[in-house]
């Protein structure tokens, strides 16, 4: 199974070539090579280290808030 996890853009780098990301609260840096005109504060989904696509404000606040729930169902922490 794969999944995509959605983040927010902190920070693009390398002329647009990488970002930081935040996962509620984990930063991390990914490869932002295949999605062009990556802006700070956009949200994304992130699979296997890269962003794969941008999602609109409304669809990523609701998917954030589905895996913060399937996480704190599972026990973890967010």
Sequence with gaps: MCLGVPARVVEVKNSGRSAIVD???VRREVDAFLVPD???GEYVIVHAGAIIEKLDEKEAIESMRLWREIIETLGGTV
């Design 23 to 25: 996962y509620g609260g």
């Design 38 to 40: 990556l802006k700070v």
